[in-house]
């Protein structure tokens, strides 16, 4: 099958190394995967195409933002692609009832801009597709799409460690969980850990127009608090050097936004920390933990007493290694992109 | 004929002037016009229909992407119209390829995201018929259409004499107007022409009068365009003071014509890209409204080919302060100019002949 994906082009943020996997997936298997656009060299391992015509499907990887599926696109989509051969992934839970989380995290504003967005898909395709396992919409169709990919794996010892904790990621509804949970663990222990670092974006600064969208509250974020604690901060990295960057540090830490923990809903952060030369800690909670990455996956979830969690990993490094180990056995024969690919094609086939 | 255009109307820009009139116009001389949306409080004389199956044509006017309806109107359109009976307007020339004009072009990639190939093909999808307002389109598949037209109805003034003209526009003691010179229009790649048009002024500024310039970002540089350092909204406000320029935010298009009336001279101007492309806008006709002399800042074969001969005597070519004293002397001369490149532009570009140009297109 030849999938064409349409997509928002971030190199450093979004389901980008997702897709390079499909790519990859579908060399292996003998299915066409390309992405929307003209080549770009800062893309490595991405396949472009502007030709409708190659493809059996068209999938549009929507996450909070649609402007980029303009009309002027569009039109060329709508009037060229019969709607049966189109479908959406709402990677962000966007095709929902308004959900707010504690009166903080939120997919929508309010319901005008729910109904927009929703209209929005609507028209786009009949197929809504949500990568999680229990969507709350009756009309969503759960596909996991994120996945595991081996060739990503960095062995160990492939990079010196700078930190003893990274936190890959960007700031967007994560500083209430980083503040009242990860930075007071950090905080109890920080005289025993060497550097701490957190990559990504809006760390140290609020994006223009954030204050005009009323999303102040998403790029929260207290600099002060960070030297205080010795925190580096450092730029977003693009999905090539993600993995190496997750190497720097003994530990990653994977926070999730609390929408998305209501939601359940996956990312390829799930995955790709686990291809990185780094033992991961991921803030789930262990049931949820153990459904994706097996039994092993419940050592790894982050709750509860955070510090000393951080404490035993740092010193026990040969134990956890080995449980990182069986998750990633785990990750290989039951999410690996060959399986996550055939699930599309299934999917689309449907 | 039954003609449902399709753009995003809004009180201070684009063909906002333009679309209403056709709208007007078009009643008047038999046809249906309507703006594809639902009824808008602020445009109450402006029809608007979400009925696509009643219309023959959706002729889509576009200037930017954002135009374009949004899904899923975008979707209804596409689907209820079939392709030949959708026309675009392009009317700033991003159906071509890239093409830029000192730091002015048709595609401004980092803004929007689209290069000249989804332009190009985004265009070919929606329309059969593609149609650019310049006399000398550069791409053998578009049709000149010049669109934007001349509306007697709305002078200001309509003058039966040079003289008349000249001894209204000097007032009894030689200064019937509050401003020697208005500009309106939007800051957005014209701040280098505006510059050195109020440079050229200085030697005369304290006998041309006050200079008012009016439209959006010209009292501020917006924070996105510092940010992504896009030099088409420059603007120096010190400069500014130092040339005695006040500064005013935009105003509705109906009151444009009013407004530019309150000054003695009003220049038009036109993007770099447009002047490269031939491309006119609504202000090319409508400043010949207003009660004022124009002063056409634009290249001598865009004004001979549309504005008539007479109309060169409102270039004021490169010493603009000298030109500007010897309007002030002579008016009548000047003003004779007008009178007749009213007469040419209401013979030639009137909505009235843009309809029957519009129904040829359409009918071919």
Same mark, same amino acid.
């Given at each position: 099958m ?5 997509m ?6 979004g389901?980008?190394q997702a ?8 060399? %292996?298997?003998g ?9 770009d060299?800062?893309? =490595?391992?991405i396949?472009w ?7 059996d ?14 009309a002027?696109r569009?039109?060329?989509?709508l009037?060229q ?7 959406v992934?709402?990677a962000?839970?966007?095709y929902?009832p ?8 939120r997919?929508?504003?309010d319901e005008h801009n729910?109904a927009? #967005?929703?209209a ?6 009949d197929?809504i ?5 229990e969507?709350l ?5 759960p ?8 060739t990503?794996r960095l062995?160990l ?5 700078s ?6 990621g960007?700031?967007w509804?994560?500083?209430r969980?980083?503040s ?11 005289p025993k ?9 809006w760390?140290d600064m ?8 009323n999303l102040?509250?998403?790029?929260e ?12 901060v ?12 997750m190497s720097e540090?003994r530990?990653?830490i ?6 998305f923990?209501?939601l ?11 291809c990185?030369d780094t ?5 789930? *909670?262990?049931a ?16 509860g ?7 035993d990993?740092i010193?026990?490094?040969l134990r956890y290694?080995?449980?990182?180990e069986?998750v990633?056995?785990?990750l290989?024969?039951c999410h690996?992109?060959?399986?996550r690919l ?6 689309l086939?449907s | 004929?039954?003609?449902?255009f ?7 820009v684009?063909?906002?002037r333009?679309?209403?009139r056709y709208?007007e116009?078009?009643?008047?001389l038999?046809?249906?016009v ?8 602020d ?11 009643a219309?023959d044509f ?9 135009d ?8 209804y359109l596409?689907?209820r119209m ?7 307007i392009d009317?700033?020339?991003?159906y ?8 002015d072009?048709?595609?401004?990639v980092?803004?929007?995201? !689209?290069?000249s190939?989804?332009w ?19 791409? *053998?598949?578009v049709?000149?259409f010049l ?14 004499s040079p ?5 209204? #526009? ?11 010179v208005i500009?309106v229009?939007?800051n957005?790649e ?5 510059r050195?048009?109020?440079e050229?002024?200085?030697p ?9 310039l009016?439209g959006w970002a #010209?009292?501020?540089?917006p924070?996105?365009?510092? %940010?992504?350092?896009f ?8 400069f500014l003071k130092?040339?005695?320029v %006040?500064?005013g935010?935009?105003?509705a298009f109906?009151?444009?014509?009013? =407004?530019?009336?309150q000054?003695?001279?009003c ?9 490269q492309?031939?491309l ?6 409508e ?11 634009l290249?001598?074969?865009?004004? %001979?080919?549309i !504005? ?8 004021p070519?490169?010493d603009v ?8 002397r002579?008016?009548e ?7 007749k490149?009213?007469?040419?532009l ?5 909505? *009235?002949?843009?309809?029957e ?7 071919n």
């Amino acid at each position: 099958m030849n999938i064409l994906f349409m997509m928002d082009r971030r190199a450093n943020a979004g389901s980008i190394q997702a897709v390079a996997s499909y790519v990859r997936a579908g060399d %292996e298997l003998g299915h066409t995967i390309a992405v929307y656009g003209q080549p770009d060299p800062k893309y =490595l391992g991405i396949r472009w195409s502007t030709e409708f015509d190659s493809f059996d499907h068209v999938v549009f990887v929507c996450e909070f933002g649609i402007g980029w599926m303009s009309a002027l696109r569009m039109s060329r989509i709508l009037t060229q692609v019969p709607r049966k051969k189109r479908a959406v992934l709402d990677a962000d839970g966007m095709y929902n009832p308004v959900v707010c989380v504690d009166m903080y995290d939120r997919n929508h504003a309010d319901e005008h801009n729910r109904a927009r #967005w929703v209209a929005h898909c609507d028209a786009v395709a009949d197929k809504i597709f949500q990568p999680t396992l229990e969507p709350l919409n009756a009309a969503v169709l759960p596909l996991p799409f994120y996945g595991y990919d081996p060739t990503l794996r960095l062995e160990l010892g492939a990079r010196p460690k700078s930190f003893d904790i990274v936190h890959l990621g960007h700031n967007w509804w994560r500083w209430r969980e980083v503040s009242s949970r990860v930075l007071p663990a950090i905080e109890r222990i920080r005289p025993k850990l060497d550097g701490v670092c957190f990559v990504g974006l809006w760390w140290d600064m609020v994006p223009a127009g954030a204050r005009e969208q009323n999303l102040e509250m998403a790029f929260e974020f207290d600099m002060d608090r960070f030297r205080r604690l010795g925190i580096d901060v450092k730029p977003a990295v693009p999905f090539t050097e993600v993995v190496s960057a997750m190497s720097e540090g003994r530990v990653n830490i994977m926070t999730q936004r609390p929408l998305f923990r209501r939601l359940k809903l996956l990312t390829a952060k799930y995955f790709e920390i686990f291809c990185a030369d780094t033992i991961p800690l991921v803030m789930l *909670e262990p049931a949820h933990a153990e459904s994706i990455y097996g039994p092993a996956g419940r050592e790894l979830a982050l709750h509860g007493n955070i510090s000393d969690k951080l404490l035993d990993v740092i010193q026990n490094p040969l134990r956890y290694r080995q449980i990182v180990e069986a998750v990633r056995i785990h990750l290989v024969d039951c999410h690996s992109y060959h399986r996550r690919l055939q699930q599309l094609v299934d999917a689309l086939r449907s | 004929m039954k003609l449902l255009f399709v753009s995003r109307l809004e009180r201070g820009v684009r063909a906002v002037r333009a679309l209403t009139r056709y709208a007007e116009i078009g009643k008047r001389l038999g046809h249906e016009v309507a703006m594809f949306g639902e009824p808008r409080a602020d445009f109450p004389s402006v029809p608007h229909s979400m009925d696509i199956e009643a219309f023959d044509f959706a002729v889509f006017v576009i200037y930017e992407a954002h135009d374009f309806p949004d899904l899923p109107h975008l979707a209804y359109l596409l689907d209820r119209m079939p392709k030949e009976r959708r026309i675009v307007i392009d009317c700033t020339g991003t159906y071509n390829e890239t093409i830029t004009v000192e730091h002015d072009c048709n595609h401004f990639v980092q803004l929007n995201g !689209h290069e000249s190939w989804e332009w190009i093909e985004g265009f070919e999808a929606v329309a059969s018929k593609i149609l650019q307002p310049t006399l000398t389109p550069l791409r *053998e598949d578009v049709r000149s259409f010049l669109f934007f037209a001349y509306d007697p109805s709305t002078e200001a003034r309509p003058y039966r004499s040079p003289q008349e003209a000249a001894a209204a #526009w000097s007032g009894p003691n030689g200064a019937s107007k509050p401003y020697g010179v208005i500009y309106v229009g939007h800051n957005w790649e014209r701040w280098d022409q505006l510059r050195r048009f109020f440079e050229a002024l200085e030697p005369a500024r304290s006998r041309i009068g006050a200079i008012h310039l009016r439209g959006w970002a #010209w009292d501020h540089r917006p924070d996105w365009a510092v %940010e992504h350092g896009f030099q088409g909204v420059d603007v120096d406000l010190d400069f500014l003071k130092r040339a005695g320029v %006040e500064t005013g935010g935009p105003i509705a298009f109906d009151e444009v014509v009013a =407004l530019q009336g309150q000054a003695r001279f009003c220049p038009i101007f036109h993007r770099p890209l447009f002047n490269q492309l031939g491309l006119v806008t609504n202000r090319t006709f409508e400043t010949f409204c207003s009660d004022t002399l124009p002063l056409l800042m634009l290249p001598e074969r865009v004004v %001979e080919s549309i !504005h008539g001969h007479d109309a060169l005597r409102l270039r004021p070519g490169d010493d603009v302060a000298r030109r500007l004293e010897d309007m002030m002397r002579r008016p009548e001369f000047y003003w004779e100019a007008v009178l007749k490149t009213r007469a040419h532009l209401a013979a030639h570009h009137s909505y *009235e002949r843009r309809f029957e140009e519009l129904m040829t297109i359409l009918e071919n």
